[in-house]
């Protein structure tokens, strides 16, 4: 295994993405065993800060909760 995120000095982005708890009902996706956004928000806010924490706080972005985000990562080269 080769070097970490945090031994090559790279930033991290952090994006709560509830559909991945999605569950397939007939056609349409079933979201109600995902964690309830009021709930969601403070858990997702306390693993950002945990990430800032334990690395460099400027390396660590994060998107906004709840909202629908369009990511786009360039010269990403993975290990």
């Known amino acids: 295994m080769g070097p970490h995120v945090m ?3 790279y930033e991290v ?3 709560s993405q509830f559909t991945l708890y999605g569950v397939l009902k007939g056609n349409k996706p079933d979201f ?3 964690m309830p956004p009021q709930k969601a928000k403070p858990f997702y806010e306390s693993l950002v800060d ?5 690395y460099r ?3 660590i972005k994060d998107g906004v909760f709840g909202a629908m985000m369009k990511v786009q990562c360039c010269h990403v080269k993975f290990f």
């Not at 945990?50 to 334990?54: T, Y």
């Open 7 to 9: 031994q090559r000095n």
């Open 13 to 15: 982005l952090l994006v």
């Open 32 to 34: 109600h065993v995902a």
């Open 50 to 54: 945990k990430f800032r924490k334990s």
């Open 57 to 59: 706080p400027d390396a």
